[in-house]
T-cell receptor, first 112, second 113 residues
Framework: QKEVEQDPGPLSVPEGAIVSLNCTYS??????FMWYRQYSRKGPELLMY????GNKEDGRFTAQVDKSSKYISLFIRDSQPSDSATYLC????????????FGTGTRLKVLA | NAGVTQTPKFRILKIGQSMTLQCAQD?????MYWYRQDPGMGLKLIYY???????DKGEVPNGYNVSRSTTEDFPLRLELAAPSQTSVYFC????????????FGQGTRLTVV
């Protein structure tokens, strides 16, 4: 079993839709959770990071963590064609380590 | 403020050749990382460093070596290149070693033929 599971997509939505992207994980020791956006042939760009269970909002983006279910989500409101990219979740914080473990990414297409 | 800079952007190597991928960051971050990204496989950690003079292996270190003589630079050395090392390589740095995410360079696209 992979430590972090993420549906690869592609996920196609119309412009203006609410997008939900999800990751599940198996290691309950993860403490920190991140979402990255990666455009084609570019490096990953940090969108949001969070520590605790609950919601964190930044503009059109909301990150949600449910540690009891080992499940994290990224919601994108009013999606735009410019949001078309691959979204990667990442986790870290296992005691004594400094490593980020990434999901495989979900490819999102927002159709104009 | 350039962030994380990787050179070269593209490279074609022949089997058995060696090369060094350069990575430099100007954010004074202690933590630095090398990942490789293969289609559908996500980012796999090759090596990481928690500060100058300290490095450790990640998930896929075989065929690679690193050094960290300064805070700014973290080069990745490929010895005896093999086709299995064809990939996109990303360098990243972090100020907290896990709590707040890492900043990535734009990548080096390497093909071994």
């Amino acid at each position: 079993q992979k430590e972090v599971e993420q549906d690869p997509g592609p996920l196609s939505v119309p412009e203006g839709a609410i997008v939900s992207l999800n990751c599940t994980y198996s290691n309950s020791a993860f403490q920190y959770f991140m979402w990255y956006r990666q455009y084609s042939r570019k490096g990953p760009e940090l969108l949001m990071y969070t520590y605790s269970s609950g919601n964190k909002e930044d503009g059109r983006f909301t990150a949600q963590v449910d540690k009891s279910s080992k499940y994290i989500s990224l919601f994108i409101r009013d999606s735009q064609p410019s949001d078309s990219a691959t979204y990667l979740c990442a986790m870290s914080g296992v005691s004594g380590t400094y490593k980020y473990i990434f999901g495989t990414g979900t490819r999102l297409k927002v159709l104009a | 403020n350039a962030g994380v800079t990787q050179t070269p952007k593209f490279r074609i190597l022949k089997i058995g050749q060696s090369m060094t991928l350069q990575c430099a960051q100007d954010m004074n971050h202690n933590y630095m990382y090398w990942y490789r990204q293969d289609p559908g496989m996500g980012l796999k950690l090759i090596y990481y460093s928690v500060g100058a003079g300290i490095t450790d292996k990640g998930e896929v270190p075989n065929g690679y070596n690193v050094s960290r003589s300064t805070t700014e630079d973290f080069p990745l050395r490929l010895e005896l290149a093999a086709p299995s090392q064809t990939s996109v390589y990303f360098c990243a740095s972090s100020t907290t070693g896990g709590a707040t995410g890492a900043f990535f360079g734009q990548g080096t696209r390497l093909t071994v033929v």
